[in-house]
């Protein structure tokens, strides 16, 4: 933690002179990387020495300067921004405030829709309006990447939500001063602040919805026309974009502390590593005797488990309270080896409800049978609420060591 005091000062004592600076010269090592490496990629496709020389003075260090690169799939929506080509057109040639785009990756050998997706934005670059705008910079790999994160102004990334594993890539742009564009899903879901960057989408799931991904569109050309290139542009007496400075600050200094490989190295460890040996030494104490243990209960599971059922259940509302009773019948396996519980489907991206049921008296005239109660809140129907059964013994891992689960029907 105290590492992460010491980054977080030492960023916020850089004067907005010398982070302006910074970004100059990352878009400048970005701007020369990728004449170098169209120059040598048009020579390789056969280009004429006239579009060779014209790659080689792409680009101008003083315009906003955009980065998309990753693996091309349909679920990272990598053409939303060619969903109106024309207004895409409009904003990069703004005479005002034109914009650069770099474009880099790859589709797998057999992904069909995601060569396809590459092969329409190399279509938009050949068109005269976009030629200086645009680059596609292919071979894409690690070098690139690195070249990439290090000089773009804003990452852009568009994946349908839940899609998005991690999104390491805009991470890597934090120490570079480059601001992040996206998804609120992966990492973002969890960093993004309206001081630090720009979301897209409103954190929930919609599946492939070409109408969704319409909206998402719109909403990306208009952060990018009403809110990303007015601030980049907007200079003071000195040349230096004070709110963009202000963006660069605070997103170097809380984010890149927050999402660094110290910090997975360190909750990986605290959180699991150390959880498991623990574990482990737990397990291997006293010969063993919980192993046996577990051994033990995990065969009484497979020999009772079907011929568990559930009886007769009774819902009593009173008070703003559900009231349940529920009969359940155990066979002869014990009551401490299961839980009984109240089940309920998330709500506004919650958490599911789990309550668990009591175990009150022994059925008459029932081997194994048993009557369990719960109470829950009014605040949502009772047949939200389903019974089930799941194993259960303290210090066992559920459901990695015991996976059965019956649902009352």
Known sequence: ??????????????????????????TKGLIEYTRTRL???????????????????IFDINILTLGFARRFATYKRPNLLLQDPER?????????????????GKAHPQDAAGQAMIKQW??????????????????????LTQQLVQGVDVWINTPRRPWEASGTSGMK?????GLNLSELDGWWAEAYSPDLGWALGDGKEHGEDPAWDRAEAEALYTLLEREVIPEFYKRDEHGIARGWVAKMRESMARLTPQFSANRTVREYTEKHYLPAAATYCQRASDNGKFGAELLQWQRALGTHWANLRFGAIRVETRDHIHAFELQVYLDELAPEAVRVEL?????????????????????????????YTATVPASRPAA???????????????????????WQQ
């Open 1 to 26: 933690m105290g590492d992460t005091a010491c980054l977080d000062a030492d960023f916020r004592k850089l004067t907005d002179a010398q982070l302006w600076q910074l970004r100059m010269n990352t």
């Open 39 to 57: 120059v040598r990629q048009r020579g390789t496709q056969g280009a004429s020495e006239a579009e060779i020389e014209e790659a080689a003075y």
């Open 88 to 104: 895409l057109l409009r904003i990069l040639n703004n005479p005002q405030r034109p914009v650069q785009l770099i474009l880099a």
């Open 122 to 143: 190399n279509e938009f670059i050949r068109r005269p309006e976009a030629r200086c705008r645009v680059v596609f910079l292919s071979d894409y790999d690690m070098l």
């Open 173 to 177: 742009v934090l120490v570079n001063g």
């Open 343 to 371: 089940y309920a489907d998330s709500r506004d991206s919650e958490e599911p409800t789990r309550v668990a049921m009591t175990r009150g008296q022994s059925l008459v005239g029932a081997m194994g049978g048993y009557m």
């Open 384 to 406: 939200d609420y389903t019974p089930r059964l799941v194993p259960f013994k303290d210090g066992a891992l559920i459901p990695l060591e015991a996976a059965q689960i019956l």
